[in-house]
């Protein structure tokens, strides 16, 4: 197996650098102190008496100022500080734009809570961004009951990258070469933006988040075992990406420039206009890249009692064009009503001219191998209009609420190939059509002081038509509509923390190739906490997720861009069901959090890529192949190393075993790996801020074989100029050139390796300006829905 080579390769120094110093901080601490005391309040903006979220909350002991614990406020502008000792505090409060606020001196008595019935109010900075710098900075994570929380806003990537290049930052996460997302290796993952999936319908995640700018990321939240509220579908979990939400009252914007490596630029405008009454925004981007993809695959398959080896080589440009433009509008009709509308469009071109060499012989053959040139040109214009609404009641009871919110996004994408071999033209083209239109319910009710329950309703329906009008018979129609219900029960007592959950969802999935299939099905949802002291937390979560064929995996035709592989749907998918266990250790002391996960994920019948050749041509189907069991164990330490360095890092054990089905036989695939990430973050004051970000992965099983081991680095510089009103970044991607994507499948009479290599060392240069002033109001709310299946490629 691996994991002896993997040790021997230098993790198990690794291993020892993340699991030692948390056991010589756990024994250092004291078990006997009594901390059963507690502070709670409320926070609230001067102007408009709104409650303010993410306000932070510290408190520090007297007299000598240390440090004890923070917290930061919710929704409501509620905070609470418990496992508190009997002493003397005193507590401050901050937030961006707002003039900091320190208490007097507080008493706490032993098991007194303490409750501030006034609230604490915090007056608006009014200065202009030129005349003050904010030093001050969010933790860069923090673990909540049911999700991580990476505050990635302050990152000199956020200011120059990509979406998909800040989310390469996050400590459980991966972005693969071609732009594909991971969460702990799995390619199965929900990708949603403020909750919502609509933003990314009609696209892959991975081209959708690489076309928009990570100026507008606040915070990433990673949900690995989702609750009821979240639409079921699913196998790995959640990225849930918050948009940033213009607070500024008046008229506020930023622009920004980008040039890059081998002809890459772009550009982007954001505009706000707020009166507290009457809100309106705006923004346009627009990208232009061009990159090389190239790969090279060797086959070797029998044939009779011979071997033929099969050489491809291609050498492919990708030109990537894209004009993304949003429009929206608040209006608070009073202070429990809040209405909201927004229209985004997407406007995208893509080109794809590659060449492919093919070189055949048999293995027992002297004569010169048979070669192929093949000339390939594929054009995709894609169209995308997205319309959102929502609305907010609040009623006269504190934290009841009701909220509506409504979505329905067209697609309309237009695929034109054309392709040169030996002399003559074969051409393809498909239009396709997608629609889809989601409506969500929630409702939200207090019990008492420290509880509440939560339901709602949603239905989803999502349409795709493909059109072929040279050849009738290649039309393809896909119909997926979903209703769901949840309930929540959640709330605090003490030290305990709790959310009790259960959803019901069916949906129904049929298309014009005989592929009908409906499910109703309950999943239940559980989240613990237990506060073991004041430094100490305990979480165990357990959710159940379903995972349904998609358009792209029940389609029985392809293009012909590569006709030595294929990749075909198949008819007849079924869902397949995922059990994801959890157990969570966080210890946090005065400069280190340690973070300890213990999960399991049970899939039985799992939909996954499978290749096999017929008439010497490898083609890649979906099949329900048999089950998967995916265990793992994380360590992740962050670490303030003094006031300007700041390091995070990530080791995660994976154990992965897939077992063949009845009807898809393969041998049995088990092995151990590893995944590792160091994140540095240098605030250099006056000078600039360093972020460098290195990965590595081990060799990791798939179901027919496994991937190459992969190592990179990415670097990033940021500094603000000209008094804070404008910054420039630079990103650097790989920067030693090393990030490659390999993978060797085998199968019945075949083997075959197969090299991806896209453009690395990539550098982008970005200049950002900001105008107007910042001034805190109101803060939307997001909600949960949606879902978007994808899969590593073999």
């Not at 954001?270 to 925004?281: D, H, I, P, Q």
């Amino acid at each position: 197996m691996n994991l002896k080579r993997n040790f021997r390769n230098g993790l198990l120094p690794v291993f020892l650098f993340f699991l030692i110093p948390g056991m010589q901080s756990y024994a250092q601490d004291n078990p006997k102190t009594l901390t059963n005391s507690s502070l709670k309040g409320f926070v609230i903006e001067s102007g408009e008496q709104k409650p303010l979220e993410y306000a932070t909350v510290s408190i520090y002991s007297l007299p000598d100022s240390v440090l004890v614990k923070g917290t930061i406020t919710n929704r409501k502008g509620e905070f609470e500080l418990i496992g508190l000792m009997s002493s003397s505090y005193f507590y401050k409060l901050e937030y961006l734009g707002f003039e900091s606020y320190s208490s007097e001196p507080v008493l706490l008595k032993e098991n007194e809570n303490l409750f501030l019935s006034n609230p604490l109010i915090l007056h608006a900075n009014t200065q202009n961004l030129s005349e003050v710098e904010v030093n001050g900075n969010r933790d860069f994570s923090r673990v909540e009951l049911d999700k991580t929380v990476y505050n990635v806003s302050k990152s000199p990537v956020s200011d120059g990258g990509t979406i998909n290049e800040v989310l390469a930052t996050i400590p459980k996460l991966n972005v693969t070469a071609s732009g594909g997302i991971e969460l702990r290796g799995s390619s199965d993952v929900k990708i949603l933006i403020d909750g919502k999936l609509s933003g990314l319908l009609g696209m892959s995640p991975g081209d959708v988040l690489s076309n928009m700018p990570a100026a507008d990321v606040d915070r990433v939240e990673v949900i690995t075992s989702p609750s009821a509220k979240y639409d079921a579908s699913g196998s790995a979990g959640i990225v849930n990406i918050i948009m940033k939400k213009e607070r500024a009252k008046g008229f506020n914007g930023n622009v920004s420039a980008t040039i890059g490596t081998i002809n890459k630029h772009s550009g982007r405008t954001a505009l706000s206009f707020r009166t507290g009454k009457l809100n309106f925004s705006g923004s346009y981007s627009y990208q232009n890249d061009w990159s090389g993809r190239d790969y090279s695959v060797m086959r070797f398959t029998e044939i009779e009692d011979n071997i033929e080896m099969l050489n491809v080589n291609a050498d492919i440009d990708f030109g990537n064009r894209s004009h993304i433009s949003q429009v929206g509008m608040d209006y608070l009709i009073n202070e429990k009503n809040t209405f909201s509308l927004s229209l985004t469009n997407r406007n995208v071109k893509q080109n794809s001219n590659g060449d492919y060499k093919y070189s055949r012989n048999l293995a027992t053959s002297s004569a010169s191998p048979n070669e192929t040139l093949r000339e390939s040109a594929v054009d995709i214009d894609l169209d995308s209009w997205v319309y959102n609404a929502s609305f907010i009641h609040m009623f006269a009871k504190k934290g009841q609420e009701l909220s509506i919110d409504a979505s329905y996004t067209n697609n309309d994408a237009e695929n034109y190939g054309n392709y040169i071999e030996s002399g003559s033209m074969t051409n393809d083209f498909y239009d396709s059509d997608r629609e889809e239109a989601i409506v969500q319910l929630d409702y939200k009710q207090p019990i008492g002081e420290s509880a509440s329950i939560e339901t709602g309703y949603l239905f989803r329906t999502n349409e795709i038509n493909y059109k072929e009008p040279i050849d009738i018979s290649t039309a393809f129609n896909y119909k997926e509509s979903i209703q769901g219900l949840y309930f929540l029960f959640g709330g605090k007592n003490d030290h305990f923390g709790y959310q009790l959950g259960l959803r019901s969802e069916y949906s129904d999935i049929n298309t014009n190739e005989n592929y009908k299939e409906d499910y109703l099905d309950f999943f239940p949802s559980i989240h613990l906490s237990y506060q073991l002291s004041d430094n100490k937390q305990l979480l165990l979560t357990y959710s159940k997720m379903i995972y349904r064929p998609d358009s792209r995996m029940v389609n029985p035709f392809q293009n012909l861009q590569d006709p030595e592989n294929q990749r075909l749907g198949t008819k007849d998918l079924g869902a397949y069901y995922t059990h994801m266990p959890e157990l969570t250790f966080v210890y946090k002391r005065d400069k280190i959090t340690y973070t300890t996960n213990l999960y399991y994920l049970y899939k039985d019948n799992i939909i996954n890529q499978f290749r096999w050749v017929k008439d010497d041509v490898a083609i890649v189907t979906f099949e329900n192949l048999g089950s998967k069991h995916y265990a793992g164990i994380d360590f992740n330490m962050e670490t303030k190393l003094n006031e300007w360095w700041s390091v995070n890092s990530y080791l995660s054990g994976i154990y992965q075993k897939f077992t063949s089905s009845s009807e898809v036989s393969f041998p049995t695939n088990d092995d151990f790996g590893f995944f590792a990430k160091l994140t540095s973050i240098m605030r250099i004051p006056k000078w600039f801020t360093f972020q460098s970000t290195f990965r590595y992965e081990t060799e990791m099983p798939v179901a027919q074989g496994s991937y190459d081991p992969c190592f990179h680095a990415d670097f990033a510089f940021g500094k603000r100029i000209m008094k804070g009103k404008a910054s420039l970044s630079l990103y650097i991607y790989d920067v030693l050139n090393s990030n490659k994507f390999n993978v060797n499948t085998s199968g019945d009479r075949f083997k075959q390796r197969m090299k991806y290599k896209f453009e690395n060392r990539v550098a982008n240069f970005t200049f950002r300006y900001y105008f107007g002033k910042k001034y805190n109001v109101l803060k939307s709310k997001t909600h949960s829905n949606g879902v978007q299946h994808s899969e590593k490629d073999i």
